[in-house]
């Protein structure tokens, strides 16, 4: 509740305006969108090796042309190596740019840890790196189950040079040769959807850390504003005016009345007889 009241509080709280970017969240914000151009491009590699496992099962149920259909397969086997480098290249890059967003949160969120809302980007923060680790590890393991079915996809070039000579394929070669590029393509793509997880996550993670930073910025720019304008206030009211015009209507301390010197109270009616 009191993140909530933070962020809230962040956006009203005296900023110059509501869409001018508070100064100190500049450098989470550029990290963010440095992490979000790295995500965009494996997040293409992804969706386009999830579309070549499609092909790849969609050919297992073809009934004739054979060898055209091997050939489909071949490409489609080789591509998706091409993808499974180019992500697992993609990891350690990925990984960093979501630490250095963490990294410059964690800044943040100490330069002003007297703002409710730097809790918040502090969790998120942390968690960020946990997606960074996601991300290399996804990316060390997609790169092993790779090596691992390259020679799974050699026998199937070779079953393919061998259709290619003799003009035709038998149905049970067929079978057993789309078999093999639809396991590996499976590994790899399995493989793949874990490292598209961690990268969903790290985005989400990246995006929330850019929000709170935003947050915590624009409140402690208010907070500032605030407190200047209380000392400005401050100091007006302990000037008090005293000109030496009004020195005669200053009051005036009373003063005492001396006794008699025969003993009388002051403003008394005389002694007894």
Request: glycine share 8%.
């Amino acid at each position: 509740e009191a993140g909530a009241l933070a962020l809230e509080g962040g956006e009203s709280s005296g900023a110059p305006a509501a869409n001018k970017m508070p100064e100190a969240a500049k450098e989470v914000v550029a990290s963010q969108a440095h992490l979000g151009e790295k995500l965009d491009a494996a997040t293409a590699s992804i969706t386009e090796a999830e579309q070549l496992s499609v092909t790849v099962q969609h050919l297992r149920g073809a009934k004739d042309n054979f060898v055209d259909a091997l050939s489909a397969a071949q490409e489609a086997g080789e591509r998706l190596l091409e993808l499974a480098e180019e992500l697992a290249k993609l990891g350690p890059g990925l990984s960093e740019a979501a630490m250095e967003v963490a990294e410059c949160s964690l800044e943040l969120s100490a330069r002003f840890s007297s703002v409710p809302a730097s809790l918040l980007l502090t969790d998120v923060a942390l968690s960020c790196t946990f997606e960074a680790s996601r991300m290399q590890h996804a990316a060390s393991q997609l790169h092993e189950i790779r090596q691992d079915t390259v020679n799974s996809l050699q026998t199937l070039n070779t079953n393919l040079s061998i259709s290619k000579i003799l003009g035709t394929i038998d149905a049970e070669v067929f079978k057993l040769s789309l078999g093999l590029v639809s396991k590996a393509a499976g590994r790899m793509l399995a493989s793949i959807r874990l490292m598209a997880s961690a990268v969903a996550d790290a985005r989400q993670r990246g995006q929330q850390c850019a929000t709170h930073a935003k947050a915590v910025a624009a409140f402690a720019d208010g907070r500032k504003a605030a407190d200047e304008a209380a000392a400005e206030d401050s100091a007006a009211q302990a000037a008090l005016p005293a000109p030496d015009a009004d020195r005669e209507n200053w009051p005036k301390p009373e003063q005492a009345v001396p006794p008699t010197s025969d003993g009388d109270a002051p403003g008394g009616g005389g002694g007894a007889p």
